[in-house]
């Protein structure tokens, strides 16, 4: 089978940068086969990347390397890194993007270094897609780069009981439909206080009629927070870090 890379950048599709990672890596991994995540992660949004790979890095089959660009910090002190995962290889910089893998037991990572040629402006380029070419034409990790044992990782926020019962959580990311994921998880029926109103829980979409705001588990396992055929995040004022507390009934 031909190896997989995908990308994940805040690069968009207008300037050239995604056409200059695909030479690069098509140059020396030939028979490798792109698949492209999303070029549309808000610009300098590491929050963003890391919660859109943790959907869909495990879907992939065996071999396949992830190459995630969302990189504010490119020239600083932080470093470039690539990991092995679950049979799956992830290549990016050591911000928290990605933390999904490093979080499994068994994570290995190296650091790569950076080509004294390297564009202090463009690691994506000059690092990190040499470095996804290598592992997709079937380096070993370890060829790329030394040990490194303390990759900074990030987890999503924890929700916290109340005195009386609810569980307060928060919206952690909006998605392009204006749906308010939360960090919480629901398990009976009930409903969630966001923005000073009540949202009931319903099982889907369509349980709601049009214009109404409802609260569901999404495809992801978390509570999210809609408005049929429109912008919950619109309609309520809501942006990520938003509070979010839900009420179930016993």
Known sequence: ??????????????????AELK??????????????ASHEVPPHDVESARLALARYW?????GTVHLVV??????????????????????????????PALLLPGARVVSL????????????????????ARLAAGAPLESLGRPCDDPLIRRT???????????????????RFGNLVTNLIARRDGGVEVAGRHVPLARTYADAPPGALLAL????????????DGSAARELGVVRGAPVILRQRD
């Open 1 to 18: 089978m031909r190896p997989i890379v995908t990308l994940l950048t805040d690069f968009g599709t207008a300037d050239g940068y995604v």
């Open 23 to 36: 030479g690069v890596l098509l140059a020396l991994a030939p028979e490798s086969q792109l698949v492209d």
């Open 58 to 62: 495990r879907r992939y089959p065996a």
């Open 70 to 99: 969302v990189d504010p910090g490119v020239g600083s002190a932080r470093r470039a890194l690539a990991v092995a995962s679950r049979d799956l290889f992830l290549v990016g910089p050591d911000n928290g993007a990605l933390s």
């Open 113 to 132: 270094p950076v080509p004294p040629q390297a564009s202090p402006t463009f690691h994506g380029r000059d690092v990190f897609a040499p470095a996804a």
């Open 157 to 175: 926020p924890e929700a916290h009981r109340l005195p009386d019962g609810g569980v307060r959580g928060e919206v952690i990311a909006v998605d």
């Open 217 to 228: 588990t999404g495809s992801s396992g978390l509570v999210e927070i809609a408005l049929r």
